[in-house]
Structures are given as structure tokens and as C-alpha cells.
């Protein structure tokens, strides 16, 4: 039994890696792709960077539905988010010492992520996810892509030239992404039955953990750089998108299973550090201390979810 898990342990970190690989280079492709036809880069980071930043989830969520393993989509968006609210932007405060919340997050994002917590209460409460439901997310997400796109302008900016190999790599990259998808989830599925332990559970830790990586990444290079708004708003970006199209299209493949525990403890952990983070940047600021508060609540997700 050992040496089958340790395979499937295997299978697990090796497709999780390639899908976040293969995410990445995605992504990167298809923002020169963008900028080629003119896009202005906001446009892009709000679209393109953002969805990008979800594919993982996205890409795992659907196959497993193919699988028959649905309740791994909520394990996906409830972990994510938690991860991206508490380690992330706690890693962020510790090594940026400070976070700068400007008004324009504040009076718009905000608001805007609080109500994505509660719509997802509200669409899944009642342990399931109808065609409706799923319809309504995603004119939400339209909604809020609308209001980005709307309120930020930028000029004109140089567009590079698109080249074979920029296309080569968006399909194969989307390629990867499929098959890693696919040995992702017969790895946590895997793993749950030899284990013991529900595949939601596993998908809310280990896989939100893996990809949550990309946006520690992305916004600790971010706030080196002082462009703290980038950092914040890579966070927002994610775990709307997470809520509102990962939790939706998977629904159109298949219906959804919602866990008991995660209606019981996970998703009402998630809406709450999402008020706390609404109340964190009051200040306009997430100081270093608040930083270390909101890793302790991911330390106290992960002990209280296995336990």
C-alpha cells in the first residue's frame, strides 16, 4: 500500500506541476496574442492574467466532473480563496511590511469580492448547483468584467508581432493543461480512497495550496516592485473568477456535489476572512502584524480541516 501511494503521490505533484506550467505559458501567450491586436495591457491583466491565474482550478474542476468526482469544485474555489485571502496576502504584508489599499479597490473590488462570498452561499446552500444558478454566475462575472474594462482606460501601446512559435505554445500549453487536469484529479481521487480522507478535503489544502502558487509568486514580485495595487488586485481578480466561472461552467458539463462539511465549515471560514479582509482595509493599509493574523487563520483552516 505504501509503494501505491507513493505513485499516486507521485502522479499528483508531477501533473499539478505540469498543469501550472502549462497554465503559465498559456497565459503568456495569450496576453502577446492580446497586445498584438491592440489590447491595452489593464484590459488584458483583467481578462487574460486574471482568468489565467484560475485556469488550474478551472481546468481540474472540469475534469473532474468528467470523473464523477464534482465535489471537488467547491474543495477548488472555497480552498483557493482562502488561500489567496490568508496565505497570500499574508506572505504579501510580512514581506512587504506594508500593503497600500487605494480607493479605488476599496470603494469597487472590495464590495465587489464580499458579494461574490455571499452569492456563493446563497447558489449553494442548498447542496447544488442548477443550470440557472450556474447561468446567473456567470452574468455576474460578465458584470465585473464590464465595470474593469469600463472604469480604466489606458493608450494605445506598441504591439509585438505574433510568430509560430507563440502559437505552438498556446496549443500546446493547452494540451498540458488538459492531460494534467485529467491526472490531477485520478490523483486526488486516488489518494482520498487510499488515504482515507475526502477528496474535498484534499482539493481544499493540497490542491488550493499548489495552485495558490502562482498568485504568491506574482504578487510578491508585484510588491517589490511598490505596484501594491497589482498585488492586491491579483487576489480580488482570482478569487472572483474563481467563484463566479469555476464554480459555473463545470455545472454545465455535469451536476455539482456539494460536501455537508464544506456548507458547515469551510464556505462560511471563507465569507468570514473575506470580512475581515473588507475590514482590514478600512485603514487603507494591511500592516505587517495583519499579515501574520491572516497566515495564523490559514494555519488554523488547515489544522481544523484534517482534524
Not at 62 to 72: F, M, P, Q, W
Not at 81 to 91: C, D, M, Q, S, T
Amino acid at each position: 500500500m505504501t509503494g501505491e501511494l507513493l505513485t499516486y503521490i507521485g502522479i499528483f505533484a508531477v501533473s499539478l506541476f505540469a498543469l501550472l506550467q502549462a497554465s503559465d505559458f498559456f497565459v503568456a501567450s495569450a496576453e502577446k496574442i492580446g497586445l498584438s491586436f491592440g489590447i491595452p495591457p489593464f484590459i488584458i491583466g483583467v481578462t487574460v492574467v486574471a482568468f489565467g491565474t484560475s485556469l488550474p482550478e478551472l481546468a481540474s474542476s472540469i475534469a473532474a466532473v468528467v470523473e464523477g468526482s464534482s465535489d471537488i469544485v467547491i474543495g477548488n474555489v472555497v480552498g483557493s480563496n482562502i488561500a489567496n485571502v490568508a496565505l497570500v496576502l499574508g506572505l504579501v504584508a510580512i514581506i512587504g511590511k506594508e500593503i497600500k489599499v487605494h480607493d479605488t479597490i476599496m470603494h469597487a473590488d472590495i464590495p465587489l469580492l464580499v458579494l461574490s462570498a455571499f452569492l456563493l452561499w446563497f447558489v449553494v446552500y442548498d447542496g447544488k448547483v442548477t443550470i440557472f444558478e450556474a447561468i446567473f454566475l456567470l452574468i455576474a462575472l460578465v458584470i465585473f468584467l464590464l465595470h474593469s474594462l469600463t472604469g480604466n482606460k489606458e493608450e494605445e501601446v506598441e504591439r509585438p508581432k505574433i510568430t509560430w512559435q507563440t502559437i505552438v505554445i498556446l496549443l500546446a500549453s493547452a494540451v498540458v493543461i488538459k492531460f494534467g487536469a485529467d491526472y490531477t484529479v485520478l490523483g486526488i481521487v486516488k489518494l482520498s480512497g487510499l488515504m482515507g480522507i475526502g477528496s474535498a478535503v484534499i482539493a481544499q489544502s493540497l490542491v488550493a495550496l499548489g495552485t495558490s502558487l502562482p498568485e504568491v509568486f506574482v504578487s510578491i514580485a508585484a510588491i517589490k516592485k511598490g505596484q501594491t495595487d497589482m498585488a492586491v488586485g491579483n487576489v480580488l481578480g482570482s478569487n472572483i473568477f474563481n467563484t463566479y466561472a469555476v464554480m459555473s461552467i463545470p455545472a454545465f458539463i455535469g451536476p455539482l456535489v456539494i460536501p455537508p462539511d464544506v456548507l458547515q465549515f469551510s464556505l462560511p471560514y471563507m465569507i468570514a476572512l473575506t470580512i475581515a479582509l473588507a475590514v482590514m482595509c478600512i485603514s487603507r493599509t494591511i500592516c505587517r502584524w495583519e499579515g501574520y493574523m491572516l497566515i495564523l487563520f490559514y494555519v488554523f483552516f488547515l489544522v481544523k480541516l484534517f482534524a
